[in-house]
């Protein structure tokens, strides 16, 4: 299981960016995969989260309305596309996936590298 986000980089405030989670060696259709991110000095936090076989999503509460997942099946992708982006969105965001996990939690089993996302003000 590998995952490789992209997608991240220094946007102004009330800008834009989509992230990008590529999986291999496997096909997220009846796993859970999450976005993730940890801020500087703070713990990680679940942001969002998706299991195609049962459609259910999950979004942390106070990013709703901004922030939309969405996965592309022909490239066994999933993405993050983040609207409104506030100074404190800044993080590492990261992309975990979890066959058993459960959207919500955070106790995922195989996570990407992370990619930083910065938000000027």
């Known amino acids: 299981v590998q995952l490789a986000e992209s997608g991240g980089g220094l946007v102004q405030a009330g800008g834009s960016l989509r992230l990008s989670c590529t999986a291999s060696?496997?096909?997220?259709?009846?796993?859970?995969i999450g976005w993730f991110r940890q801020a500087p000095g703070k713990e990680r936090e679940g942001v969002s989260c998706?299991?195609?076989?049962?459609?259910?999503?999950y979004y942390a509460e106070s990013l709703k309305g901004r922030f939309t997942i969405s996965s592309d099946n022909a490239k066994n992708t999933v993405y993050l596309q983040m609207n409104s982006l506030k100074p404190e969105d800044t993080a590492v965001y990261y992309c975990?996936?979890?066959?058993?996990?459960?959207?919500?939690?955070?106790?995922?089993?195989?996570w990407g590298q992370g990619t930083q996302v910065t938000v000027s003000s």
């Open positions: 998706m299991r195609k076989s049962d459609g259910s999503t």
């Open positions: 060696g496997f096909t997220f259709d009846d796993w859970a």
């Open positions: 975990a996936a979890d066959r058993f996990g459960v959207c919500g939690e955070t106790d995922f089993r195989s």
